[in-house]
């Protein structure tokens, strides 16, 4: 009897905490919108902004994995294969399908809400020549000329690393037969010389009317005659090149898509665009990143005329390609400036009514607010002189420009910021090191004896950055803190180089500018999210984020930061979501104070988009992140796999 009152206690005692537990939870508000994600940056303007809003500071904590699902598509440099992966997608969520693509250029789509696969795509490339395998989404399209319900009605694009664009049926995954030959377009078209080079896209192309936008990466600082950084306009529905632009200077003639379909080759070593282009679908605008041209760290006289577009934020017709404007946010970048951070179209609300601005953040901490419609600053921008290359033969332009709003997220180096974790030791070795090194501020010229850069060439500002919440006119920016040694070198045969920079007299050396014990020479937090208003140009907050872990013992306990790859995600819910680090967490943010409030660990690093969709009035918001590191930066504790990683409210 005694017994059986104990068992009975016990089972009350147990219904009571699950009771207690249930009680913790609080239930799922149901009554909020409902939204899908039919662009990588959830528009055309890939602002990375949701109106989502069941997820929020007060909820976060609940927040756990709904599903994972792993593509096998990756591989480590410890591997000893010879390849290395990044995964970087975005995915796409439109008409109850989730679509993403791999580093190795295959497309799954899979069940929104359970991670289920429907098909699969096998783009089958050829990795000859290829530095890193990365693909940062696909790229959906709706023909609105074609009959509901027909093959290819709905497509699905996908550029490769073998430098094709592929389109696929949305609903089978099926080539669409009738775009380029069989399904896919020869990126090589114009570029044949250039075949085996290493140039290839590695971003989305963007659809924008019936035009499908693409640049492409170049692998640089190898030769100072790389491949054409042409960027193409093609029809969704044949892959016909509709037009081109080849950023050459008005003193050269550009070879236009007429010429190339004529047997013509377009423009070599001109300025590429390696990450996300985007768009104002309502001003018929593309936005186009420009990098620079080869090579990064040395121009001299000979690359004086190629430089016109070179670190330029380019707005182009979309149904031409022709140039409505461009500004240039570096000239003659001798540093590796270019634009990664995607330009961002916004509305400014001022005193004399709104007016269409688009945001550039840069490598150099700087953020461009212009005109979109005219590229005029928005806020004064001044010319001001700058250090002087003593390199001979090189030369570097007398001013540069600075933005008088918003502040830079950098401020130039001093002494007082040189550090290390034991004094007498690395500390004091750094201030050996930066009393030996040229530095002048951000734009201190690469030098024989050796110059201090910073921000680093990685930024700043880099990959996907940005995003801006329209309704509250505010942007949100991760950015790091990385100084590096630029030496030119006088090139020796059989002497390997970082950067070999052929064709020029020197060969260029960077090295990170840190103490014996590996760390950087300046103190930390070294990554950062920034808040801005895009109304004012003021800062609203700025707090550290990312920790150690995977670098150093117990690294998970030092909360300062490090290489900060990836982009950040709004929600009107008000947080911002990011992992980006280098370590293994995704993590929110309060919008309104930049406090930290949710971090959990991932399988692997997440350098990507994270994106964020809710189907129904009767479903939950699931917030989504690829988690899958990137090989080049293994040994900066980037850990690398395939793990696409969804996040949910629990029942």
């Given amino acids: 009897m005694r017994a059986t009152s104990l068992t009975r206690l016990a089972a009350l005692f147990a219904i009571l905490s699950l009771l207690g537990a249930c009680s913790e939870h609080t239930p799922v508000d149901y009554s909020g919108p409902t939204g899908d994600w039919p662009v990588v940056g959830g528009t055309v303007g890939r602002g990375q902004y949701s109106a989502l809003d069941q997820i929020t500071p007060d909820n976060i904590d609940q927040l756990e994995v709904a599903w994972t699902h792993h593509s096998g598509d990756f591989a480590r440099a410890a591997d000893g294969s010879g390849k290395v992966t990044a995964f970087e997608a975005s995915p796409l969520v439109v008409d109850d399908t989730l679509y993403y693509c791999t580093p190795y250029n295959r497309i799954f789509a899979l069940d929104p809400e359970t991670g289920e ?53 949305a609903g089978t995954g099926r080539a669409c037969e009738d775009f380029g030959s069989g399904g896919a377009i020869d990126l090589m078209v114009g570029m044949e010389d250039f075949r085996q080079s290493g140039v290839y896209p590695t971003s989305p192309p963007l659809a924008i009317g ?109 149904a031409s390609g022709a140039v409505k404007w461009h500004f240039q946010t570096v000239h003659h970048d001798l540093w590796d400036y270019d634009l990664a951070a995607q330009p961002v179209p916004f509305t400014q609300q001022t005193a004399s009514g709104p007016v269409p601005g688009v945001m550039v953040a840069t490598k150099t901490g700087f953020i461009f ?8 600053p928005l806020f004064p921008v001044e010319e001001r002189p700058v ?37 007498f030791y690395d500390e004091k070795a750094c201030r050996e090191q930066f009393a030996k090194l040229r530095y002048e501020g951000v734009f ?23 995003s801006i919440d329209p309704v509250n006119n505010r942007a949100v920016v991760s ?10 070198v006088e090139r020796e045969p059989d002497q390997h180089y970082a950067y070999n920079m052929e064709g020029a007299p020197y060969a260029m050396q960077p090295t990170l500018f840190g103490s014996p014990l590996g760390a950087p020479c300046i103190e930390p937090p070294w990554s950062y999210l920034a808040a801005v208003d895009l109304n004012t140009g003021e800062h ?61 660990g991932l399988p692997y690093s997440g350098h990507a988009m994270p994106m964020t969709y809710r189907l129904r009035p009767d479903s939950k918001q699931f917030v989504v992140i690829a988690a899958g590191g990137k090989g080049l930066f293994e040994m900066m504790g980037s850990k690398t796999g395939d793990a696409l990683v969804a996040f949910s409210l629990p029942d």
């Fill in 369 to 376: 607010l212009l005109n979109g419609e005219t590229g005029e």
């Fill in 117 to 169: 696969e429907r098909w699969v795509y096998d783009a089958q490339i050829d990795s000859t020549g290829v530095q890193s395998h990365i693909c940062r989404g696909v790229t959906y399209w709706e023909d609105p000329e074609a009959p509901a319900g027909a093959p290819c009605a709905r497509r699905i694009f996908m550029s490769t690393v073998d430098s094709r664009m592929v389109g696929v049926d």
């Fill in 210 to 318: 019936d035009v499908l936008v693409t640049g492409a990466l170049v692998i640089d600082n190898r030769s100072s005659r790389e491949a054409p950084g042409v960027v193409r306009g093609f029809d969704a529905r044949s892959g016909e090149l509709r037009w081109a632009f080849d950023p050459v200077p008005p003193s050269m003639t550009p070879v236009t898509a007429e010429d190339v379909k004529n047997g013509a080759s377009f423009t070599p070593s001109t300025p590429n665009a390696w990450s996300l282009i985007t768009g104002d679908s309502e001003r018929g605008i593309v936005y186009v990143p420009m990098g620079n041209p080869a090579n990064d760290f040395y121009g001299g006289e000979v690359r004086r005329d190629l430089d016109y577009y070179g670190s330029s934020l380019v707005a182009l017709d979309a």
């Fill in 479 to 488: 950015f790091h803190r990385f100084p590096f040694m630029l030496k030119m």
């Fill in 444 to 466: 201190t010229p690469p030098s024989i004896e050796g110059s201090l850069q910073f921000p680093g060439f990685v930024g700043g500002v880099n990959w996907g950055g940005v």
């Fill in 540 to 600: 609203l907050w700025q707090t550290p984020f990312g920790t150690l872990e995977n670098l150093a013992p117990l690294g998970q306990f030092f909360p300062w930061g490090g290489m900060a790859l990836g982009g950040n995600l709004q929600t009107a819910g008000g947080l911002v979501f990011i992992a980006a680090t280098m370590d293994t967490r995704f993590r929110a943010f309060d919008l309104g104070s930049g406090e930290e409030v949710w971090s959990t």
């Fill in 387 to 423: 250090a002087q290359t003593d390199v001979p033969g090189e030369y570097s332009s007398p001013t540069q420009p600075f933005p008088t709003k918003p502040a830079p997220l950098l401020p130039d180096l001093s002494e007082d910021d040189l550090w290390g974790m034991l004094s």
